[in-house]
């Protein structure tokens, strides 16, 4: 064992037994015979050793006279207690001690000789502070209250941690100034009792070696493992799993403490009611908590066959599930594969505890040993301290997961935007604010008022067409493979019910000629699926035919037993654009933001649209202006532009050609935005501004007005409008792009024909300058298609 020494200390220490050499001399003179004969005859021993009563500077004087000093020191160490009580004689301050009784002696050795006496958490500088605090209350009367409790953490022989509450005896010190102490003022003794960390300023009041401290200290310590173990282990739950100033002392260690098995370990799982399966914690980053149940699996069913009834005693009587020998355990079973699969991982012994909250099972905690016997029904009882700390960690868990959930949920699915929050946060904290069991709280609509819509799409050209037109080829190459096999299969089996699935196949081939009705996918999937897929099961293949058969049953697609190549290859390039132009659209978005707070939502569908609302209601504390609504709308203008662009560097990598087109709706009467609390979004308030929504969903669909020409067109931007003022805005801004070299100079403007409900509409459509080489980018498919997924 180590005892470093601090070199740093407002004291210069002398060790002294003169207090207690002075009480000897009061017992000489009494008149109880053995108590005075005993005392006359040790103060005679002592008078050879005047240092005892001065004051001892060199230590090798405490190992020279060590039996004299224990006869010195034998009322304070009563013989009859040396096996019980923990206790030396200590250098006040200093990390040094001696006369140890046996007890304390047995630890020490135990420990080891490597083994570092130090007070836990406490280094040099707090022990230099703590001496200056002595000082101002026995000096100063002061009343500095200091009652942190120090440990010693002290290994025991089988390396299991022990935890010691220190206690110190004083009343064997004196101090006392030097002449080079300087005289503390009540301004001085204010400024220190601010400033607790300031190690300088206490030195400078406080110079080393300026004070006296004569005398000795008594030092008793109390085996405090249990409940210090509990306390750390309450620190760690509490603490959440990224706090990097968590208890070094790991929850395994803390068990160990407890249960005194050096050889312990700890494992959980969590139980999912709702699913009926264990799971491993998933905020275990560190690993030291693994399950000895699941081993290397991350969820199991409880209806797994290993655990048998076994664990019927956890789920269904929610007791703990014991078993102190599992070897003998193994043999007396029925359900020898649970005990194989503890065996298996070196456990002997094991105690399965259930962690419960109001009769609810929250998960199971497991201790095992490769030692058996040493878990059993007794010591089992040791988690009655522990589990009470285990099930508020795992209740408060459980309640942050699901705050979580929800949160990811509004986040990905229903997110409420930025902009807008703040407003759905106000009526939030009124209804917490005013919330009473005896009334309903009524929410109020969230509304906007005053706001100007600015609404864009860009559009994949004829993506229906397309859609319908990979299905028919899909389906007519699988029923080309499939007349193969038949007409080979009737070689060898001249059965007419073969020759009648060849006809009704045929059938269904000359349907897929004509325009492709909404259920025919359907019927002909059907039908393969129950009237040729048997016969092919069941049919008795020659060699040839075995290879058409495995290669016919390569090309389905898993899910649908239908082919799907055609479709595939559209459904990527429809996933591929529409993925590139929300990025493009999100990317700029997050610069517009910045100019002027605005709502934003976009969807993905045949396409990319998006919903713009900008005004002063949405962004209160910021003084609207028209310029910022000008501004968007370049922004707008540019971005489709930027899209476009986009579009047209993908188009030769696309595993299937899909075209775009793109448009912008202009609306510049201000309008009311509410959010329906039934469908969770945000639509336009009030009968009149429903003209909006009605355009919305029709423009794209219009032609021009006395022709049967569509309004947008591929690579080109098709801008709506109803005003001549709202004509000339844009042109602006066409006039400026087109500077820039971003629009082409042509501009044609026509008029749109009458929607329903609708009239007046006029339109200009621009075409975007593509100089730039198709995949300037130097995308891949493969890469895309990595992106994608």
Known sequence: MNHPLFTESPFKTQISFHKLIESLEQIALTDVDYRSNYAKALLKEIEFVPEFRTGIEDYSVITKHEKLLKNLLADLFPTALTKNEIKAITVPFQNLTFNFTERFTKILEHAGTTFDMNIRDFDENQLYILSCILILNTHYGQKFDYNKPLFYDIPDENGILKHYRILYNADFIEISPTSDSPILTPEDIDLLKDNYEDIALWKSKFPQNS??????????????????????LKTNLLKSDNNENKNSEGIQTIFRTIFKIPDLRVGFIMYNEEENKFTKPPYNNNKEATSYILCEKEEESCQNAIFGCSLQTLLEDKKPFIISDIDSFSKKTTNTSFANHLLKQNIKSCILAPVIKEKKLLGIIELVSSQPKVLNSINVNNLDLLLPYVVDTLDRYNIDLQNQIEAIIQREYTAIHSSVYWKFRNEAQKYYQTQSPSKDYIFKEITFKEVYPLYGQID???????????????????????????????TNNKLELLEQRIFELESYAKELKLELKADTEQQIQHYIQRKIHPILSNAKNDEKQQLLMDSYFAELDPKTDLFYHSRRKFDEAMSIINKKMASVLDKEQQEAQKLFPHYFERFKTDGVEHNLYIGQSITPNQKFDMIYLNNLRLWQLLTLCKMELEHHRLKSILPYKLDVT?????FSSPLSIRFRMDEKRFDVDGTYNARYEVVKKRIDKAHIKGTQERITQTEKITIVYSHQNEESEYLKYIEYLQFKKIIEPTVEKFDIEELQGVSGL?????????TESENKNNYTYQELLDELN
Request: proline share 0%; no cysteine.
């Open 211 to 232: 004070w006296n401290l004569k005398g000795f200290g008594i030092v008793s310590l109390f085996d405090a493992s249990v409940e210090s173990a509990i306390s750390n």
């Open 460 to 490: 994949i050209k004829s993506s229906s067409e397309h859609r319908n037109e990979t299905v028919k080829e899909d389906l007519k190459n699988q029923i080309s493979h499939l007349l193969e096999l038949l007409n080979y299969l009737t």
């Open 662 to 666: 793109s448009l912008i709706l202009v």
């Open 762 to 770: 006029k339109a200009m459509r621009i075409k975007v300058i593509n």
